[in-house]
């Protein structure tokens, strides 16, 4: 917890008292606390760049850190809450951090933004740091036995570190950068972290992909009934069973719509014969009952969330990722991988956009800075145009992504889902007609097989695969299931 920089600053002999003074707002301090205990919703707004560190009063940064803990933890944050619990981590002189608190939230400030004075308590800090930087640096040039290139090395890492500028650092020396992907090729042969997420048992989709990295935007494209909910709640599903974090943002279905589209996958999985139809229309056995539960134990552990956010917008999908991101920090986990369905369902931010390709083109642009500054990879299924129907050869490409905007600029994987068993299904001549017996050849064919293939890769190769899609099981099988099981 951040110390008296009072006492700290008197010591060094850096700064006289009234300059001090300057670098210190405990006013500021207590009026975000008091607005996030009164809204802890405004706690997004500021987490990015605000630490308990940042603040000079420990009460505050202690309060602070509860609030992180609390809200990370799905619980509310109040005097009530964290009072005694701030009493106990104390003392803080003789102030009582129950009455405090109180004080700060039923302030009359307390219920405007807290973002204005957190950037306030943050450049403080920042500068309080600074100053600490060049009292190190000063100590290090009076004595005599300090090389001068130890000094200025020394004064330089200072001022980087006081400005946190080595957080979000986006330019390295081209030699750094060899020894950091080097270091990194080295991490991967010897197994110690991944090239990619692993998704157990859909090698499929690895391979489509190319792999898919923290960073990726990843577009999953098809027409309605392709299988592009079952595809993308396998792969949820499957990345969890490895270990990997993964959040699912719904859109279209809420969380008892999709429950029962996953069970009927891991029902299918485990040998069991329930169908989809039936477990909407509750007809199971005791049985069937039984297998639920086991897999229910096996389940436990996957990390992995289901969130059906009634209203979304662009501007929304980092901040709503980030506070899953403390959520699964707290759990001791790692948020790896994030699904939206659908794109369309998400909307625009609220800056006037009227033009549907531009709204799309910032929507695009929201989810790709958000798979970069969270560091997790973004699968967001998108629709398609209706002018594929119009064509013979209905199975997609680039140009159908409907409203497309800047949607292939930004993706850097595109995956599109076809069923030609869909199509050849509308298509069925009369049972004299002299296409009839070729169309049951190619129905034979098709049966219970989905393309899954890439349109685009940024760092892989197009590649396709033939998988199997059971829709009266949901399930998304690889192309070489019948000889793995998977």
Avoid at 61 to 69: D, K
Avoid at 218 to 223: D, E, F, V
Avoid at 362 to 387: E, F, P, W
Wanted: proline content about 4%; charged content about 25%.
């Amino acid at each position: 917890m951040t110390g008296d920089y009072d006492n700290r600053f008197a010591e060094a002999g850096v700064l006289d008292r009234a300059q001090m003074q300057q670098l210190m707002n405990v006013e500021a301090e207590g009026f975000v606390i008091g607005s996030l205990l009164r809204n802890n919703d405004g706690l997004d707004a500021v987490i990015d760049f605000l630490t308990p560190d940042d603040f000079c009063d420990p009460l505050m940064g202690a309060a602070y850190t509860l609030i992180s803990q609390e809200v990370a933890q799905g619980r509310g944050a109040n005097p009530v809450t964290i009072g005694p619990r701030l009493r106990e981590a104390g003392p803080f002189d003789d102030r009582n951090p129950v009455v405090v608190l109180a004080e700060l939230t039923t302030s009359i400030f307390a219920g405007m933004s807290p973002t204005t004075s957190a950037r306030t308590v943050a450049d403080l800090a920042k500068r309080r740091r600074f100053v600490d930087g060049i009292d190190t640096s000063l100590r290090m040039a009076l004595d005599l036995n300090t090389d001068l290139r130890d000094v200025a090395v020394a004064a330089d890492q200072n001022v980087a570190a006081a400005l946190r500028l080595g957080v979000a650092r986006s330019s390295m020396l081209l030699s750094e950068a060899w020894r950091a992907a080097v270091e990194r090729i080295r991490q991967i042969r010897a197994g110690e972290i991944q090239s990619s997420l692993r998704l157990v048992g859909l090698s499929d989709v690895e391979d489509v992909t190319g792999g898919i990295r923290p960073g990726d935007f990843i577009l999953l494209g098809g027409r309605p009934s392709m299988g592009k909910t079952a595809l993308s709640l396998g792969i949820a599903r499957r990345a969890a069973e490895a270990g990997q974090g993964v959040l699912f943002i719904s859109r279209e279905m809420n969380t008892p719509q999709l429950m029962p589209r996953m069970i009927a996958d891991l029902m299918f999985e485990s040998h069991s014969h329930v169908t989809f139809d039936r477990i909407l229309k509750g007809e199971v056995t005791d049985d069937d009952f039984a297998v639920m539960a086991e897999i229910e134990a096996r389940i436990a552990a996957w990390p992995l969330v289901i969130d059906d956010p009634t209203d979304l917008n662009a501007g929304q999908i980092a901040s709503l990722i980030r506070r899953h991101q403390r959520a699964f920090a707290a759990r001791g986990q790692q948020l790896d991988l994030v699904i939206i369905d659908y794109l369309g369902l998400v909307d625009p931010p609220p800056n006037g956009r009227q033009n549907r390709n531009e709204e799309v083109s910032a929507i695009s642009r929201a989810i790709k800075d958000a798979a970069r500054s969270c560091d997790v990879a973004i699968i967001t299924l998108t629709q398609l145009n209706r002018s594929v129907e119009q064509r013979d050869d209905k199975r997609p490409m680039l140009s159908d992504l409907r409203d497309s905007g800047s949607l292939e600029q930004d993706a850097d994987v595109v995956v599109f889902v076809y069923r030609d068993e869909y199509y050849l299904g509308r298509a069925e001549p009369p049972a004299g007609d002299k296409k009839y017996e070729q169309w049951q050849l190619d129905m034979t064919a098709a049966r219970d097989r989905v393309d899954i293939y890439s349109a685009k890769v940024r760092q892989g190769a197009i590649t396709g695969r033939k998988g199997y899609f059971f829709g009266t099981r949901q399930a998304i099988r690889n192309s070489d299931y019948y000889r793995t099981g998977y």
